[in-house]
């Protein structure tokens, strides 16, 4: 049932369960520590819902302008691991001075350049799961990064939750507690990145010839133009922005919209907690399944149960509605990730494997650009987080319509 993983395979995987913390910090203490200081300076609850929604949209146009670019600068030879070292070393340096912003909108300025950089080393790190190992073990090895990703970022969580609960004890500011947070979760991340940038050597590259920047875009505009051709990758990435921009939509306002519902903070931290948990062991079926299943099969029942996860947010009111959702979307967040990141790399060409992903995360994990604004505007508009939440379900409908049609293509053959 489980194949020995190879070195390097636990290498990449490392880097998961580094960069995990920090999505986890993003799901649950930041947004709070967010809230405290925005209301603490005059902002409302709604605007403070809105203000962190669009910080998470400007966030994803800065992704969308750049992940492309920087991807397919990477594919160039030699240039993943410095890449990758950039911005995940940039990434965690600044969540290690994430406590120093004083005024809401500085520390929303902080924290928008960390999600950015902490998203374009995915798109560098996403690529290299081409050189780590061959198709056959790329559903295994994506789903067990994003399940040891989920476990292993409990430990920085459950130290920094002990610290926050703690806090009235042991006598110490919450400016204090949350400086300690941030420089945790940042060594944390740094720590899970180094053994991979130490170790990963680029087996498939494009051939540099001529100017560097000159030939990224000339062939990123090549690019573009063959995608109408490549039928399945096209599909595919229409169908990834909309049910994965609900997926990341969830995830990035889950503690957000909460707290501005006045749930329980402590249970809101724990609940996320048990979704890391839960994750753990349902990514790892999920890449077992996958030898016994088609992966397109998989992915389809994830979209359906998040469908049935964005109706059920029409109804949440109390903090057990909110552990209820929480498991839902442990259960079913690893694998739809995990095995939409193996989909992806097996129908693309593995030597610009940096350039795709750069796209694919323009629909992927930063992708949350449109969730986050119909999330943010339909509260305004109505007052009602709970009718907001429930829109998502529409952008599961029309990615379930679209991956359905691309997983009937054959898988493109390249030279």
């Not at 929604?53 to 030879?77: E, K, Q």
């Not at 964005?310 to 979307?329: P, R």
């Not at 009602?384 to 359905?404: C, D, K, R």
Request: aromatic share 16%; with cysteine; charged share 10%.
């Amino acid at each position: 049932m489980f194949k020995k993983l190879k070195s390097l395979d636990y290498k990449w995987i490392m880097y998961d369960v580094g960069n995990s913390a920090f999505i986890l910090l993003t799901a649950s203490v930041i947004p709070i520590y967010f809230n405290s200081l925005a209301t603490s300076q005059g902002l409302s609850q709604d605007q403070y819902l809105s203000w962190w929604s669009y910080a998470m949209s400007f966030a994803t146009i800065c992704v969308a302008i750049f992940g492309p670019i920087i991807g397919t600068l990477s594919d160039f030879p030699g240039n993943k691991k410095k890449i990758f070292l950039l911005t995940a070393l940039g990434g965690a340096g600044a969540l290690f001075f994430l406590w120093l912003p004083s005024t809401w909108y500085s520390f929303l300025f902080v924290f928008v350049l960390i999600k950015v950089l902490y998203s374009i080393s995915l798109v560098v790190y996403d690529s290299m799961l081409i050189d780590v190992c061959d198709e056959e073990r790329m559903d295994d090895i994506s789903s067990r990064g994003y399940a040891w990703g989920y476990l292993g970022s409990c430990v920085p969580f459950i130290i920094s939750l002990a610290f926050i609960l703690l806090q009235p004890k042991i006598g110490i500011s919450m400016g204090t507690v949350m400086t300690i947070v941030f420089m945790i979760n940042a060594i944390w991340w740094i720590c899970f990145s180094l053994p991979l940038a130490r170790h990963y050597k680029q087996k498939y590259s494009t051939k540099r010839t001529g100017a560097a920047v000159q030939q990224t875009f000339k062939r990123l505009g090549n690019t573009l133009k063959e995608l109408v051709h490549q039928k399945k990758v096209m599909y595919f990435m229409i169908a990834f922005f909309f049910y994965i921009d609900g997926v990341y939509t969830i995830i990035d306002l889950a503690t957000a919209y909460g707290t501005s519902l006045g749930l329980d903070q402590t249970g809101l931290l724990l609940a996320l907690l048990l979704t890391q948990i839960v994750a753990f062991p349902s990514a790892i079926y999920f890449g077992i399944l996958a030898k016994k299943k088609s992966t397109g099969s998989l992915i389809k029942v994830g979209i359906i149960a998040y469908f049935c996860i964005a109706l059920f947010g029409l109804f949440l009111q109390y903090t057990w509605q909110f552990w209820v959702l929480a498991v839902s979307v442990g259960l079913f967040q690893g694998g739809i990730q995990a095995l939409s990141r193996s989909y992806f790399a097996q129908i693309i060409p593995k030597n610009q494997s940096g350039e795709y992903f750069g796209l694919y995360d323009i629909a992927g994990k930063g992708a949350s650009f449109l969730g986050t604004m119909i999330v943010g505007l339909v509260t305004q508009i109505t007052g009602q987080q709970n009718i907001a939440v429930g829109t998502l379900a529409f952008l599961f409908l029309i990615g379930l319509f679209v991956f359905s049609k691309a997983d009937k293509i054959e898988n493109p053959v390249y030279n």
